[in-house]
């Protein structure tokens, strides 16, 4: 085995990484034997990949639904730019709370710039923790709204691979 893919292993690789990691306990071998490469080299070519800006992490896609977690809210909140980081910081350590991000605000109609993702099993469950996290935080005043989901869409991992016709070209 080598230490680099060649560019047909890196493309499979590339491939596989979209359906997401395996659950084993060396998911990355797994990926390795797959691609008839070393350990190593995937590692490498992962590593490579980051560094180059390809992908910025590698994430969890959890099917909260599946697992009893029906009650699901995003808290919108209005915090001011000047204290956005740091309120987003801070909230997106907070237990309870699975995503925290900062997306620009549309005005007039939606003055809302943080935004925190939280499941749970019952939706008073959900209402007392945000309560409590606003009240632990300092921002009760903040303007905010607790939208809860009506339904699940579908959700999937990055595309990192490129289109088919290109993989042909290797086939």
């Known amino acids: 085995m080598t230490s680099f893919l060649n560019d047909f292993q890196a493309l499979q690789l590339r491939r596989l990484l979209e359906a997401g990691l ?41 099917k909260h639904r599946a697992m009893g977690f029906r009650a699901n809210a995003m808290l919108v909140m209005n915090v001011p730019d000047d204290q956005v980081d740091a309120v987003g910081r801070s909230l997106g350590q907070a237990a309870g709370i699975n995503l925290c991000y ?3 605000r549309r005005m007039p109609d939606w003055p809302y710039n943080l935004f925190c993702m939280v499941h749970g099993r019952e939706r008073q469950q959900v209402c007392a923790l945000i309560e409590a996290l ?38």
Request: aromatic residues 8%; proline residues 7%; positive net charge.
């Open 22 to 62: 395996p659950l084993a306990a060396r998911p990355y071998q797994v990926l390795a034997e797959r691609v008839g490469a070393s350990e190593e080299a995937v590692l490498e070519q992962v590593r490579r990949w980051s560094e180059s800006g390809l992908f910025r992490r590698v994430g969890l896609v959890l």
């Open 102 to 104: 900062q997306r620009p």
């Open 134 to 171: 606003l009240a632990e935080h300092g921002l009760s005043d903040v303007p905010h709204q607790l939208l809860f989901s009506t339904r699940a869409f579908k959700q999937c991992g990055g595309r990192y691979a490129p289109p088919v016709a290109l993989e042909q070209a290797y086939g």
